[in-house]
């Protein structure tokens, strides 16, 4: 994981480790939503709403 600094001789270090933990928490909050998608999506198709979205990897 990258760390992105801020600079500032004064709390330089803070900075970073609260740089680091926010871009954890973004990257936590789009893998959460995006398995909130893919389940809003596959509650739709059981209902016959529409098609599930199919990873071109599963396509033949």
């Known amino acids: 994981m ?7 001789p004064s709390s330089d270090h803070a900075n ?5 933990t926010f871009f954890l928490h973004l990257n936590f909050l789009t ?3 995006d398995f909130g998608i893919r389940i ?3 509650a739709d198709a059981v209902e016959g709403n529409r ?6 990897i599963v396509t033949t």
């Open 16 to 20: 970073t480790v609260h740089v680091s």
């Open 2 to 8: 990258r760390t992105f600094r801020i600079p500032n």
């Open 51 to 56: 098609r599930p979205r199919i990873p071109s």
């Open 31 to 33: 893998l959460v939503s």
């Open 40 to 42: 809003s999506d596959f």
